[in-house]
């Protein structure tokens, strides 16, 4: 586990971990601090009780004659003065070290979920397509919070601890070796040994909080996603079981994580209260029953066990709780590893990009002759089959190009591979000729304007969402109403009360599919991509408003080059070049006519179209 706790602060930027010694060093004070406040009064009342003290030659008495000071009274008030601002020192310094503590907690929590969102947010297609988005989340909103308050902070508190415990240890081997020791080393068994009988329950419920938190963030993504299934096919019973079954597994074992931190401090009380009786016997015996020198031995020893007992019961809690939850650092660790040092990715800055981040207007790459896929082959990870096998394509600038075939073809996945979401195992991406790589690839990415199969809608307005993730004092009035006039968007904008401030997603209103996908097509008119590329974004469009948006489209013909892939064959009938695929190669090519006239596939697909 320390080894562990060690990768975790190794893993730390050295900001915060300057931050976390500086911490360190102020709770130790604390420690300090709170051990001197309660010891300054022991000599106060010792005085109190006994006046006679200031003369003699104890040290009380040297201070009182050094002191200048004729009164006793006079004296004892200024000494109740000093204890006073000496306890009230301590309390600053514990305010402020308690304040200190835990906004670093927080802000740490903070700055570890920044850190592993922008290092998700920087991850290729792939990684996205393949894995699981709660994990994610999960992983961003619940284990970096995990992190800072189940392991970061009881690391601290335990150090703070383990000073004031070594401070009082010293202490009492100056005053009597063996008993101290012996005192110890009762403390040192009863601990360790409930510790290790709790440890490896305290592994298996860190890890099962773990599990149990990643199925519930599932789950809720499920049953909320899919609610129409849910409740179509009444599985809600179904989803609530598992819900609860895995809530429950989430409670018991945090809260027995958190018992077991919890109540060995009563085992350990007895076993102080028998010490001390035992102490007691011993030294009634070892000074045969004279109470006069027994009371100030037993008095230093209380007050001892007084500070100690809470100090070990705290270091144990912390040990505890560090061990239950060292796992929220095993799930996230490879992560935090990788976004070390990360380099920030290029963004795709606004058009007409001044008011964004990065001052020049955005590099955009516009094929002038064509752009082509030059013997491609593509593997999922973890798939037999290529998505694509040697395909080749040449789309000539300023064309309109069509791309059919059955699903599962690959017709996505090529243009996944277009638009450099992917990079092939064989074969290049090519504009103009030249491969594409590094600024090249993003200036590419810039001039494309993309139309997926499904659009993703923000919980946000109309407006927001055709200008997709600006924020929205950036949002051009101008572009968006020309966007949403081409993508025929008027007719359903005049029947909103609210227009282009109407919210949809989430909480808004349900659109159809049509409009999702007319909304999605302004979207990408947004940006005045040069080359447009439509992933079956007209196949939710009915009849008429398809054909109409179609002609908005080809409007762009010999302006913009346009990529669409479609279902239904009348899509494409006016094409400048047609790409037939079929398991992850191009079969055919050519215009519509010829197709039709020399392809039995093609036939085939026309006539059911
Ligand atoms: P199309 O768009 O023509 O319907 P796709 O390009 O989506 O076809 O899919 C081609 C093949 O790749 C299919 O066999 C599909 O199962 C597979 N595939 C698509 N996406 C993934 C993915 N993220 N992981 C693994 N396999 C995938
Ligand atoms: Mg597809």
């Known amino acids: 586990m320390f080894a562990n706790l060690r990768a975790l602060i190794g893993l730390l930027t050295r900001e915060q971990r300057r931050r976390l010694l500086q911490l360190q060093g ?135 601890k383990a000073a004031t415990a070594t401070c009082m240890v010293a202490a009492l081997v100056l005053f009597n070796p063996l008993v101290a020791l012996i005192g110890l080393a009762v403390f040192a068994v009863c601990f360790v040994g409930l510790y290790g009988a709790v440890r490896a329950r305290l592994a298996a419920n860190g890890r099962a909080v773990s599990r149990s938190q990643v199925a519930r963030y599932q789950l809720m993504a499920e049953g909320f996603g899919g609610i129409k299934d849910t409740l179509l096919l009444g599985r809600q019973a179904m989803f609530n079981q598992r819900f609860e079954a895995a809530s429950r597994r989430y409670g018991r074992a945090q809260g027995v994580t958190k018992a077991l931190a919890q109540v060995p401090r009563y085992l350990v009380e007895l076993v102080a209260f028998g010490t001390v009786i035992f102490l007691v016997l011993y030294l ?107 395909v080749s394509l040449t789309i000539p600038a300023q064309q309109v190009i069509g791309l059919v075939g059955p699903s599962g073809s690959g017709k996505s996945t090529a243009i996944d591979l277009l638009l450099g979401l992917v990079d092939p195992q064989q074969g290049e991406l090519r504009v103009d000729g030249q491969p594409l790589a590094g600024p090249r690839k993003r200036a590419w990415q810039n001039a494309v304007g993309f139309v997926p199969q499904a659009i993703f809608l ?98 762009f013909a010999g302006s913009k080059t346009i990529i669409m892939i479609a279902h239904r064959l009348s899509t494409v009938r006016r094409c400048d070049r047609i790409y037939l695929m079929q398991q992850g190669r191009v079969v055919d090519q050519g215009r519509y006519d010829e197709l039709v006239e020399r392809n039995a596939t093609f036939q085939r697909m026309a006539a059911h179209s």
């Open 26 to 160: 102020l709770v130790v004070l604390m420690a300090f601090a709170e051990v001197g406040g309660v010891l300054a009064i022991g000599p106060f009342m010792a005085l109190v009780g006994d006046m006679s003290r200031l003369q003699g030659d104890g040290v009380l008495a040297e201070l009182y004659a050094a002191s200048g000071i004729s009164e006793p009274r006079d004296f004892l008030f200024w000494m109740g003065v000093g204890v006073l601002v000496a306890l009230a020192l301590s309390a600053v310094i514990s305010v402020l070290a308690i304040w200190r503590l835990t906004l670093y907690g927080q802000q740490l929590g903070a700055e570890l979920s920044i850190r592993l969102y922008r290092h998700y947010m920087a991850q290729p297609w792939l990684f996205h397509a393949g894995g699981s988005s709660t994990r994610l989340v999960s992983n961003i909103a619940q284990e970096t919070q995990r992190i800072t308050d189940t392991l970061i902070s009881p690391l601290m508190r335990m150090n703070a």
């Open 458 to 555: 923000a919980d946000a307005s109309i407006r927001e969402n055709i200008a997709f993730g600006l924020p929205s004092d950036e949002i051009d009035e101008e572009r968006v109403r020309r966007a949403a006039h081409m993508a025929h968007l008027d007719e359903l904008l005049e029947q909103l009360p609210a227009g282009l401030d109407t919210r949809v997603g989430e909480r808004g209103i349900q659109l159809s599919g049509g409009q999702r996908q007319r909304i999605g097509i302004a979207r990408a008119l947004y940006d005045d991509a040069d080359v447009l590329i439509l992933d079956e974004a007209t196949s939710a469009l009915d009849g008429i408003t398809e054909r109409q948006v179609m002609q908005a489209i080809h409007d």
């Open 284 to 390: 009634l015996a070892a000074h045969e029953g004279n109470l006069g020198t027994i009371l100030p031995l037993l008095s230093v020893y209380a007050l001892a066990g007084f500070k100690l007992l809470p100090a070990f019961q705290q270091i144990y809690a912390s040990v505890a709780l560090m061990r239950g939850n060292i796992s929220a650092f095993e799930t996230v660790q490879q992560d935090l590893k990788a976004s070390r040092g990360q380099e920030q990715p290029s963004t795709r800055t606004a058009p007409g990009g001044e008011q964004s981040s990065t001052a020049q207007a955005p590099a955009k790459l516009v094929p002038q002759e064509a752009v082509a896929l030059s013997n491609v082959t593509f593997h999922y990870p973890g798939k037999e089959q290529p998505a694509l096998d040697s």
